[in-house]
């Protein structure tokens, strides 16, 4: 099996090649991924020579036809991912979440290729912190943020490429990822990096939004699961009924780093913040069988943190410049 994976050197890309060269040590696996700030070399370490690894940006159409033409399966991952940098500058989304996403669809449309699409929750909006709903497959789109909605776009060109052209995909949206590999631009490393580096963890606002934290190996567990018994064109909701408010997963960070639950700052709180995400995930559990193995939150948070204490040579480089980009906004 040759398998290319978009995004690769990223957080969750970068968890599905170790997981995939566990699971399958015989598959081929290519990553293409543009090596922006938010991928790094040094995330595939681990995976060694049995990664290829291309430098290259999804939106280059005879790059991405000739990679595609070679595999036989196309996890696509590669985005513009953080919200605060898209209020910033959106540019850089629309050109990767929406055109690079329309670039490997045409793509797999000329060879036949079999394509898993990544998205996110955040295209259904939020819920109110009383709502006693979830998202489903059925719940309407209303992105909030520019992020969340180019990550839309990007859905809508997969489903229409489907019906139109018949392309073999499937598409999973997703909640709150966290574990080792995060950039610290994140909510979780950032504070864990702060506590690290001797800085008081950022709040934004009363921190009464409400996450639905799932760990990052079951959802590429999830990923896999609908490659191998996942119904074309169908979109899969994953989540591990994970929902924390931030202000509960800061205290939980200082509390497990020895320090006291109250020592953070309230920032500036984001523009249009969405107000909570939660996900019905019955459809990817009762119909393919998939279940969550990290269901203690806090010992996972435990371990993530040893992983950022443990590795601060993965991280330590990038923190002047992403605490100097926050001070610009307040945050
Ligand atoms: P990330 O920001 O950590 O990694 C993104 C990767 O894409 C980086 O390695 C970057 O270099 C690469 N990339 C960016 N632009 C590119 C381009 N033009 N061409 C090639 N490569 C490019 O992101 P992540 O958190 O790992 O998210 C991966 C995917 O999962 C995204 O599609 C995101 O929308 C989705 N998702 C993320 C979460 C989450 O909690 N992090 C939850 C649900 C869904
Ligand atoms: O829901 C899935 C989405 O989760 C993904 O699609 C995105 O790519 C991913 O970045 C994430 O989006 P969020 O905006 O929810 O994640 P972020 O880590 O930026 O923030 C999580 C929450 O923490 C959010 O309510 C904002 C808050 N926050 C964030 C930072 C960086 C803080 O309170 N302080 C902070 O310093």
């Not at 392309?167 to 080792?180: D, E, F, H, K």
Request: charge should be negative.
């Amino acid at each position: 099996m040759q398998i290319l994976v978009t995004g690769g050197a990223g957080f969750i890309g970068s968890n599905f090649v170790h997981s995939t060269v566990r699971r399958y040590p015989d598959a081929s696996v290519t990553v293409l991924d543009a090596l922006t700030y938010a991928g790094s070399r040094s995330s595939l370490s681990m995976a060694g020579s049995l990664v290829d690894l291309v430098e290259g940006d999804i939106a280059d159409a005879g790059l991405v036809n000739r990679l595609v033409c070679d595999s036989d399966v196309v996890v696509h991952f590669a985005a513009e991912t953080h919200n605060d940098n898209s209020l910033a500058d959106p540019s850089p989304f629309l050109r990767t979440n929406i055109i690079g996403t329309y670039t490997l669809l045409q793509a797999v449309r000329e060879h036949g290729t079999r394509y898993h699409h990544v998205s996110t929750d955040e295209v259904y909006g939020d819920l109110d912190l009383d709502d006693p709903s979830k998202f489903s497959e059925h719940t309407p789109y209303n992105p909030s943020s520019p992020y969340s909605a180019t990550k839309a776009a990007s859905d809508m060109l997969v489903r229409a490429w489907v019906r139109s052209f018949g392309v073999r995909a499937t598409l999973s949206n997703c909640s709150n990822n966290y574990g080792p590999y995060q950039h610290i631009e994140k909510f979780i490393p950032r504070q864990i990096t702060n506590i690290l580096t001797g800085t008081r963890p950022k709040l934004y606002g009363a921190g009464k939004n409400v996450r639905d934290w799932i760990h990052v190996e079951d959802h590429n567990a999830a990923v896999w699961r609908i490659l191998e018994s996942g119904e074309i064109g169908r979109t899969y909701l994953i989540g591990a009924n994970g929902e924390l408010d931030n202000l509960s997963v800061v205290r939980m960070i200082l509390e497990l780093m020895d320090k006291d639950p109250d020592d953070f700052d309230h920032v500036t709180d984001r523009p249009g913040h969405d107000l909570r995400y939660a996900i019905d995930s019955s459809t990817l559990r009762n119909e393919l069988g998939w279940r969550p193995r990290y269901n203690d939150f806090r010992a996972g948070l435990q371990a993530t943190i040893d992983w950022y204490r443990e590795n601060p040579t993965w991280w330590e480089n990038d923190k002047d410049a992403v605490e100097s980009r926050y001070q610009t906004q307040g945050a």
